[in-house]
C-alpha cells in the first residue's frame, strides 16, 4: 500500500480533521480499585486487568500514547490474542476495552502501513482486525478522547460504546484518499442510519459525544474520569446474569 506522502503518526488527526488528498491510508486510566488484579505493568503498550466482584470484567488498554494509541499488523495481532484469552478466560464475564483517558484510538499507523501491498492489509491486517467482532463475550468500548478512522471502526465493533464527554468519533478517511475498509461504513450505517452515515463518512467530520449519543451510536455519555469506572460497573451488572443466555442474546442481537 503506497502513500504519496510520509506523514508522521502525531500528524494524523490534523489530516483526518482538515483533510490531505495527496496521503493514502490503508484501512481495513483511573484510580484503581482494591477488588483489582494487575495482569501486566504499565510500560507494555497493552495493558491487562481484572477489575470488578472476582475479577468479572476484563480490562484492555491499548497503551500507545506516543502516536495516540493507533496501530500496526503486528499490534493487532497481539490486541487479538488478548481479547481471545479474555474470552477464554472463565472468570470473566464481560471485556472492556479502552484507550486511556486521552485517546481511543487514531486507527491505522501509517507509517508503518504505507509500504504495505494491499493483499497484505486484506489478508493480514484485517484478520487480526476483525478479532472484537468473534468474541462471544460482550465488549464495551470505553471512549475518551478521538476514535477516529480505524479507532471508530474498533469502537464499533463492541457491543456497548460509552463516552467521556469529550470524546469525538469520525471516519474521516476520505479526506486522505481513501475508503474505510474495517467495517465502519457498514455498521455506522447500521447504528446510526443512512443520511447521518453518508454524512459522517463522505464528509469526513467528527461528532462529538453528546451527538454521537443522540444518534445512537454511543449509550452514555460520562465524565471522561468516570467513563471507565461506568464500563466496569456495566460489565459487573452483565456479570451476575448466565454467560450462556448473555452469549445467545448477544449473538441474537448482531445477526
Known amino acids: ?81 488478548t481479547m481471545r484469552n479474555m474470552d477464554a478466560d472463565s472468570s470473566v464475564a464481560a471485556i472492556v476495552i479502552t484507550g486511556g483517558e486521552k485517546v481511543f484510538s487514531a486507527g491505522g499507523d501509517i507509517t508503518v502501513m504505507q509500504d504495505m501491498k494491499f493483499k497484505d492489509c486484506y489478508w493480514s491486517f484485517m484478520k487480526n482486525f476483525d478479532t472484537v467482532v468473534n468474541v462471544r463475550k460482550p465488549v464495551i468500548a470505553a471512549v475518551n478522547g478521538f476514535a477516529v478512522g480505524g479507532g471508530c471502526e474498533l469502537a464499533l465493533m463492541c457491543d456497548i460504546i460509552l463516552a467521556g464527554e469529550k470524546a469525538k468519533f469520525g471516519i474521516p478517511d476520505s479526506k486522505i484518499g481513501t475508503v474505510a475498509g474495517g467495517g465502519g461504513t457498514q455498521r455506522l450505517s447500521q447504528v446510526i442510519g443512512k443520511s447521518r452515515a453518508m454524512q459522517m463518512c463522505l464528509h469526513g467530520n467528527t461528532v462529538t459525544a453528546q451527538q454521537a449519543e443522540a444518534w445512537g451510536l454511543v449509550s452514555s455519555v460520562y465524565p471522561p474520569d468516570q467513563v471507565l469506572n461506568e464500563a466496569v460497573k456495566l460489565g459487573e451488572k452483565i456479570a451476575q446474569h448466565s454467560k450462556l443466555i448473555v452469549a445467545i442474546c448477544k449473538e441474537s442481537i448482531n445477526k
Not at 6 to 16: E, H, I, N, R, W
Not at 24 to 29: A, I, K, P, T
Not at 46 to 67: L, Y
Open 1 to 81: 500500500m503506497m502513500i504519496a506522502k510520509l506523514v508522521k503518526p502525531q500528524t494524523f488527526l490534523s489530516l483526518a480533521m482538515f483533510g490531505q488528498h495527496n496521503a493514502c491510508l490503508c484501512r481495513f486510566s483511573p484510580s484503581f480499585t482494591a477488588r483489582q488484579m494487575s495482569l501486566a505493568s504499565s510500560n507494555e503498550d497493552i495493558i491487562v486487568d481484572k477489575r470488578g466482584e472476582g475479577g468479572c470484567v476484563g480490562v484492555v488498554t491499548m497503551n500507545r500514547p506516543d502516536v495516540m494509541n493507533s496501530f500496526t499488523n503486528s499490534y493487532m495481532g497481539r490486541l487479538g490474542k
